[in-house]
Each structure stands twice: as structure tokens, then as C-alpha cells.
């Protein structure tokens, strides 16, 4: 069956560091990928998506590209900042169950 | 309105009571989606509606839990007979129908539901 699996957190980091949060799938078909965030507080709100291979998903700095032939989408940012401090969740849609199905999110915290 | 919108924000209850829990979807959006999220843990599906189809009540976890939605408006999630594990933040989400978008969902703050 479809499942995420998302690299474990909590992640710190130091204000303008990189930042990697790993997430690989397995799929039937061509899933579409999200990566949602939830920051302190507040709701779930989409961060990036990518709905075919090589597709490159992109906002507020944060990249992630599609690898079909890793199975992966993982999410990357080259500086990061105090106010990205949030869950991370790795999600994908299929489209045949009509759901969302979502990784365990990984905590991130950057310090000043 | 603009987004979902949940209430309560915020719910104590106490053990053995019961509780309703309602979302209000984005107007437009057939799709609608509840989830459990525990302290610390990932997104528990719950129930997921769309338009006038039978829902899938597959992720309720047992039989306290039920939910409803009129139409394509305002959805309740009731949970029975509540227990101290019911404590966890329940997400509503809606989206458009599955076969106009890929996926994507719009979600509530939340109701955070505590069972002394």
C-alpha cells in the first residue's frame, strides 16, 4: 500500500543554517507530493507540492524536488530562519483512496 | 467564509461525557476531511466525506465516534462516552472534488479536546 516515511525529529539548528527533513514514499501509480507545515499555534497549511516526476516545488525558500527514481521529496532550505520553527509534514495523495496519506512530520527548531 | 473554520477552539470535558465538534468547510469545497492529531504524533484520518456520497468511516476508531455533514455545508464530529485517550487535536480539512485537484487540502485551527 501507499505510505511516507519522514526522517524522525526533533532537528535544531543555528539561524541560517541548511536544512534537510528526508521524506521517501511508496506509491502505486504517479502520486502527487505535498509537504504541509504547521507552525505554533496554528493550522496545517500547504507549504510546496509537486504532482510529476522532476517537478520542483517551491515557497518561502524552501525547495523539493520530485525523484521518481528515489522515491523521495525531500525538503530543503539553504538559510533557515527563527520563524521557520514548525512541524514539517510529507504527504502524498494518489489520487485512488481519495486520501492524503501523511508522514509521522518531523519538529523543527532554530535558535537565534 | 475564507477558510475552515472549527469550534470550540478549545474543549475540557470530563471523562464519560459526550462531545460535538464542528467544522465549517471553505464555501465550494465538496471534500470534506476529519483528523485526530495526538501530542507529538502524525495525522490520524478519521472520517472523509464528499458531496452526497457515502462517507468513509474507515479511520473511526471506534464506535463512540461518528460524524455528519448536510449537503456540502457545516460537518459535526460527536464523540460519545468520551475517554482520557480521546484527548488529542481534532483537524478538519476540505478541499475541492478529488477529480478536479491533486490533493490539496485546506485546513481549521483545530479543536483541542482535553477528557480529565
Known amino acids: 500500500g501507499n505510505s511516507v516515511t519522514q526522517m524522525e525529529g526533533p532537528v535544531t539548528l543555528s539561524e541560517e543554517a541548511f536544512l534537510t527533513i528526508n521524506c521517501t514514499y511508496t506509491a502505486t501509480g504517479y502520486p502527487s507530493l505535498f509537504w504541509y507545515v504547521q507552525y505554533p499555534g496554528e493550522g496545517l497549511q500547504l507549504l510546496l507540492k509537486a504532482t510529476k516526476a522532476d517537478d520542483k516545488g517551491s515557497n518561502k525558500g524552501f525547495e523539493a524536488t520530485y525523484r521518481k527514481e528515489t522515491t523521495s521529496f525531500h525538503l530543503e532550505k539553504g538559510s533557515v530562519q527563527v520563524s521557520d520553527s514548525a512541524v514539517y509534514f510529507c504527504a502524498l495523495y494518489a489520487g485512488n483512496n481519495r486520501k492524503l496519506i501523511w508522514g509521522l512530520g518531523t519538529s523543527l527548531a532554530v535558535n537565534p | 467564509g475564507a477558510g475552515v473554520s472549527q469550534s470550540p477552539s478549545n474543549k475540557v470535558t470530563e471523562k464519560g461525557k459526550d462531545v460535538e465538534l464542528r467544522c465549517d468547510p471553505i464555501s465550494g469545497h465538496t471534500a470534506l476531511y476529519w483528523y485526530r492529531q495526538r501530542l507529538g504524533q502524525g495525522l490520524e484520518f478519521l472520517i472523509y466525506?464528499?458531496?452526497?456520497?457515502?462517507?468513509?468511516k474507515s479511520g473511526l476508531p471506534s464506535d463512540r465516534f461518528s460524524a455528519e455533514r448536510t449537503g456540502e455545508s457545516v460537518s459535526t464530529l460527536t464523540i460519545q462516552r468520551t475517554q482520557q485517550e480521546d484527548s488529542a487535536v481534532y483537524l478538519c480539512?476540505?478541499?475541492?472534488?478529488?477529480?478536479?485537484?491533486?490533493?490539496?487540502?485546506?485546513f481549521g485551527e483545530g479543536s483541542r479536546l482535553t477528557v480529565l
Open positions: 480539512a476540505s478541499s475541492l472534488a478529488p477529480g478536479s485537484n491533486t490533493g490539496e487540502l485546506f
Open positions: 466525506f464528499q458531496g452526497n456520497s457515502a462517507p468513509d
